[in-house]
Structure formats: structure tokens, C-alpha cells
């Protein structure tokens, strides 16, 4: 999920958890294997630990993932993967535990929290260990979007811990790029754009207060993020929609245009959780051809 670079330094985090996986191999087997690791590129902290975490993915999801990892971090409490692991299966976990949107406000913020407290104290141990990093920007960024709900309002959290939620991101890619840890960068950013666009809300004043620059020049920051995304994904069809929405916003409706049809007819997607993305993109072209004539596009 992240590319990965040499600007880590790596804690020995991954190869305490798996130190007795080798017991009852014979001396030949054994020198096999280290002739063949010694033979192999040597692995960024960020590989190991998405090594690991696959690993664990593959026959753990959900809770399931979640308690596991919980249970790990208990036994280890200063493992630097183990942290991280158990941050992103909090960020995971939330997403499952509660599909529908804004529902048992009080049990997902518990879950983040846990997140967040792990992952804070692994950046404060291990503060060029980048998986603890990514995985700090990624709950945050889901948090703040639940702080200061109130019902048939947009949340104040996006505008307040924007720049702390960036500079954190920030650092998490200055270590090893990631094109999840800048998607999450780009949508709080995205969503504080778009809560401040009119002057006389009091999301606008907030934002002015809290020293942020305009709506336009935050959905010119969030393009930025986003674009970087595409160098790493280029059919990602959740990240392309949203390319087309902020064009939109931007009054850049021929770039908007562009990115929704790419989103709509040329992205193949495999994942049912980002039909959305296809479907509000086929949404805009439709209905907003209809009110713009520059568009002379079919309505299929």
C-alpha cells in the first residue's frame, strides 16, 4: 500500500513477533535460508511491515484482525509494528463495524481513539519509523470527520486539525510515500475546501480564525495530493471521481469533464465498495450536461 524508500531506519520491530518460526529446522535448511536472505535485497522497515500485515490480512480481517492485533500489542507493548499493526486494524475495523454512515457515533470513536493513542505513541518512540506515521494520518483524518458531528450539519473537525493531520502526513511521506496516506491528506483537505466556501458560514469564520487560506487555494492543496495518487494509481476509481469533483468546484468543468468519463468508462473497477465513485460520476455528466450546452455529450 506504500511505496517505499531509504529514508528509514529500521527498529527491530517485524522479527520479534516471528523469532520462533524457524524451531525444529534442520542446520542445512537453516543455512539454506540465509544464504537465500542473504542473496535478497534487503527489505525498507515499511516493506517488512506490509509484509507482515498482509500476512495477518490474509487469514484475519474485521474484528477478528482487530483483537488479534490488540492482543499482540498487549504482549509487546513497544513494538514499533506492533503499534502500527494494531492502528490500522482499529482504521480498518471502523470502517466495517458500522457501515452505515454516522451510526453508533460513540462505539467508532472509541475504536480511532484506541488507534490514535497507539500509533501517537509509536511516532514518539520510533520517529523515523513511517508505518506508525501513515497509520497516524490515515485514523486522524477518519476521526476529525466525526468530531462535532451535529445532525444536519457538516463536522468542525476537518477545519480544526487540518494542519496537524498534514504535517503529520507530511512526515509520513517525507519517510516512505504512500498513496493512501496522501488520498487522506487530500480529502480532509477537500472537506474543509468545501465547508468553507460560502463567506458567511460558521465554518468559513472558524477557518479564518484559525488562520486557514481560502476555499480555492485548499481544493488547489487537496488537487495537488490527489494527483500525486495518480502517479502511483492511476485507475483508482474513488481517486479519479474525486479529481472530477474538485475540478468542478474549481469552475474547471472541461477538466472536470475529462476525469468523470475516465472515472465512468475507462476505469475497470474491482472493488464493490467504489461503485460509488462510477455512479457519481456518471450522475455528474448526466445531469450537469443538461444544464451546461458547452457539454455536447450523450446522456448513456
Known amino acids: 500500500m506504500g511505496a517505499s524508500g531509504t529514508k528509514e531506519k529500521a527498529p527491530q520491530a517485524v522479527a520479534a513477533v516471528a523469532a520462533d518460526g524457524g524451531k525444529g529446522a534442520s542446520s542445512a535448511e537453516a543455512a539454506k535460508s540465509a544464504d537465500k536472505a542473504a542473496s535478497e535485497k534487503p527489505k525498507t522497515p515499511t516493506e517488512e511491515y506490509t509484509a507482515f500485515r498482509d500476512d495477518l490480512l490474509s487469514f484475519s480481517l474485521g ?99 487540518l494542519d496537524a493531520i498534514c504535517r503529520r502526513g507530511e512526515q509520513a511521506t517525507a519517510l516512505a510515500e504512500s498513496p493512501d496516506t496522501l488520498a487522506a491528506m487530500a480529502q480532509v483537505t477537500a472537506r474543509a475546501a468545501s465547508n468553507t466556501k460560502r463567506w458567511w458560514t460558521p465554518y468559513t469564520l472558524y477557518a479564518k480564525y484559525l488562520g486557514h487560506p481560502s476555499s480555492n487555494e485548499l481544493f488547489d492543496r487537496a488537487l495537488k495530493y490527489h494527483l500525486r495518487v495518480v502517479e502511483m494509481l492511476p485507475n483508482d476509481v474513488e481517486n479519479c471521481c474525486r479529481i472530477g469533483m474538485i475540478y468542478w468546484e474549481l469552475g474547471n468543468f472541461e477538466r472536470a469533464k475529462r476525469w468523470y468519463m475516465k472515472t465512468r468508462d475507462e476505469i475497470t473497477n474491482d472493488d464493490p465498495a467504489k461503485d460509488i465513485y462510477q455512479t457519481i460520476a456518471h450522475t455528474h455528466l448526466t445531469i450537469h450536461v443538461a444544464r451546461n450546452e458547452n457539454w455536447n455529450l450523450p446522456f448513456g
Request: proline letters at 7%; charged letters at 30%; aromatic letters at 14%.
Open 63 to 161: 474484528e477478528a484482525a482487530y483483537d488479534y492485533a490488540k492482543r499482540l500489542r498487549d504482549e509487546q507493548p513497544n513494538n514499533p509494528a506492533l503499534l502500527a499493526l494494531f492502528g490500522e486494524t482499529a482504521w480498518m475495523y471502523e470502517k466495517v463495524k458500522n457501515p452505515t454512515r454516522r451510526q453508533h457515533w460513540v462505539d467508532r470513536m472509541e475504536v480511532l481513539q484506541e488507534g490514535i493513542d497507539a500509533t501517537r505513541k509509536c511516532m514518539r518512540e520510533n520517529p523515523e519509523y513511517a508505518p506508525c506515521f501513515r497509520v497516524y494520518t490515515l485514523l486522524a483524518a477518519k476521526a476529525s470527520e466525526q468530531k462535532y458531528w451535529f445532525k444536519l450539519l457538516q463536522p468542525f473537525g476537518p477545519i480544526e486539525h
